[in-house]
């Protein structure tokens, strides 16, 4: 027995005696090594961690997922690359490796009982990436002390608790920290981490106001602050000038939309505020933004006109203006050579006027979503042009007070995918509309005057289109809706 044991040692020291690597990282590897519990993961992705005798080293042999640094003679480990290995814990040696610059777990199992703490203070990490984590449940310090990060990855990994207060990371250029269950208010902290470059916190249950400081985060080019709910105020501070990316959503902002946006903001592709209180005219000003390619202004007060000038912006391929209270027409401008517009949504304002001709001219358009407006008149005989781009088009024209269809359509409503349905259209409608309906209230003379309309059961004339509309003494029905001057049974004068 005594001899079998010194035989067992010696194997193992002459093993130990081979390897280049610092004994403790390679300990830390190899319980990573066992701690992964998929077989076949570990077949396929843990290629060169073993060989048949067992005396492979991690660095000089080129583990899979490990990079390393050479001190004099002895190598030591500085990264750790293993996402969707399998992994359910780490080992407490990790945090005692002196050159550990990347760790990578993303998409494994580890949970918080097998996660060591002490992996926020390893002072040599640069890049952490722990996304998407299917069990992880762990709540960061309060105090995070890391001056070398650079890379603070942890999206979608059900972090939950409070964002740390402190943060002594004055290297720090990314933090994405959206989609975990994070709460509480934003810490003033993170507005001192003057290199700030992205900021995604977006899907979480933050409260509060920006604090002041984070007015100073000068290099910030992309934030996100997504919410599912209105309790988040971070307001939008004129210091900044580098934004590339901006998103707000479900957060209360009120007043309105500041013209510095598009004087100052020249590098901004994506803005979108949408979900919350902003009011007025949406300013002109952000056709000035050359380079903007996603403008999502949904879902809050805005009033007025549209822009002209937003349809002559030659880089904007994505324009969402609905669920507010815009009025007047949709510009001619909208069919303007410059336009590269793929999707297009005007839903649910009150858009007045007929359907522009220019539509036509979209050359790019995958989805125009026009629902829920006050337009009138015909579907212009121009919007058989859409057919000859290349690509499928969905055209949503649902509850409006639409009436008719021009001569040379048949084959547009062949080809181009549509709704319709809701609108007082004449009857009867052509044998090659399928996604409508019509009113017998608008049919024949009775839509040629108001008398020929009230003289008709049910009937009821609208003086804005005009159109001749199912209704009742309180107004049309159907979904139909007239803006000024309904009158049923009797014509007002």
């Given amino acids: 027995m005594i001899l079998l044991c010194s035989f067992v040692a010696l194997f193992v020291g002459s093993i130990n005696a081979q390897s280049k690597t610092n004994p403790l990282d390679r300990k830390v590897l190899d319980y990573i ?34 990079t390393c640094v050479k001190n004099q003679s002895v190598y030591y480990v500085s990264g750790i690359n293993l996402p969707s290995h399998g992994l359910w814990s780490l080992p407490d040696e990790i945090t005692e490796m002196k050159h550990l610059r990347t760790l990578v777990i993303a998409a494994n199992y580890i949970g918080s009982s097998d996660f060591p703490e002490g992996i926020f203070a390893i002072q040599t990490l640069e890049y952490f990436d722990a996304s998407y984590m299917h069990s992880f449940n762990i709540s960061l310090p309060r105090e995070l002390s890391l001056p070398n990060l650079q890379q603070l990855h942890a999206s979608k990994s059900k972090i939950t608790g409070l964002l740390p207060i402190t943060w002594n990371t004055p290297k720090l250029e990314n933090i994405l920290l959206d989609g975990n269950n994070l709460e509480g208010y934003l810490p003033d902290g993170i507005g001192k981490i003057a290199g700030l470059k992205e900021l995604k916190l977006q899907e979480n249950r933050l409260t509060g106001n920006f604090p002041q400081s984070y007015g100073n985060l000068h290099q910030l080019v992309n934030l996100s602050l997504v919410q599912s709910s209105h309790t988040l105020c971070p307001g939008i501070p004129d210091t900044w000038q580098a934004m590339f990316s901006l998103e707000y959503a479900s957060i209360c902002v009120f007043g309105h939309l500041p013209d510095f946006i598009g004087e100052n903001w020249q590098q901004l592709k994506t803005f979108r505020i949408t979900g919350s209180s902003y009011e007025g005219n949406i300013t002109a000003s952000l056709c000035k933004l050359t380079q903007l390619q996603h403008l999502d202004l949904s879902n809050n007060h805005f009033t007025g006109i549209i822009p002209e000038c937003l349809f002559s912006m030659s880089s904007l391929v994505y324009l969402d203006l609905s669920y ?51 337009l009138t008149g015909a579907i212009p005989t121009e919007f058989d042009e859409l057919r000859n781009i290349g690509h499928p088009v969905i055209m949503v024209l649902r509850y409006n007070m639409l009436s008719s269809f021009e001569d040379g359509l048949e084959y547009f409503f062949r080809d181009i995918q549509g709704n319709y349905y809701e609108n007082p259209f004449e009857c009867p409608l052509p044998t090659y509309i399928r996604e409508a309906t019509c009113s017998l209230c608008n049919s024949g003379t009775k839509h040629n005057s108001c008398e020929e309309c009230v003289s008709a059961s049910g009937c009821g004339w609208c003086s804005y289109g005009p159109n001749c509309v199912e209704g009742t003494h309180q107004g049309p029905v159907n979904q139909y809706s007239c803006p000024e001057d309904w009158s049923f049974g009797t014509c007002h004068r």
């Fill in 33 to 66: 090594y066992n701690a992964n519990d998929d077989r076949t993961h570990k077949l396929y992705n843990w290629t060169n961690w073993r060989n048949s005798s067992g005396t492979s080293d991690p660095c000089t042999d080129n583990w899979h997922g490990i």
């Fill in 324 to 374: 507010n209270q815009l009025s007047g027409a949709i510009p001619e401008a909208i069919g303007t050579t410059a336009n590269i517009i793929e999707r297009l949504l005007l839903s649910h304002n009150r858009l007045n006027s007929t359907l522009p001709r220019s539509i036509g001219k979209l050359t790019s358009i995958v989805y125009l979503e026009l629902e829920n407006n006050l």
